[in-house]
Nanobody, 127 residues
């Protein structure tokens, strides 16, 4: 059974940092692109970042470029998202997702390109 379990969310002040983690199990982690999406209350799911199966390159939404960093550890079946210089508009539930392709992706910004999702972890940026 494929499982993705996120952790690391919380309440942080503007300008603060968080590190989100996602533990994957039930599939061959090292051959799939992985991504982070987020969904703010009342809004649709927004692509944040994707990393290739080998750990690079990675791509970022313009809204987070230069502030967020995605990484992965294939030996531990983990994918991470380091969040820096957080803004109130970063407040959302953050989801880890497994790409359905093998060592490739048709459109890594499209939620439909991902076949499994975690339950999400809440990030709230507020003073």
């Amino acid at each position: 059974e494929v499982q993705l379990v996120e952790s690391g969310g919380g309440l942080v002040q503007p300008g603060g940092s968080l590190r989100l983690s996602c533990l994957a199990s039930g599939f061959n982690f090292s051959i799939h692109y992985m991504a982070w999406f987020r969904q703010a209350s009342g809004q649709g799911r927004e692509w944040v970042s994707t990393i290739t199966s080998r750990g690079g390159p990675a791509w970022y939404a313009d809204s987070v470029k230069g502030r967020f960093t995605i990484s992965r550890d294939n030996a531990k079946n983990m994918v991470y998202l380091q969040l820096e210089s957080l803004k109130p508009e970063d407040t959302a539930r953050y989801y880890c997702a497994k790409n359905r392709g093998v060592r490739s992706s048709r459109n890594f910004q499209d939620p439909g390109d991902y076949d499994y999702w975690g339950q999400g972890t809440q990030v709230t940026v507020s003073s």
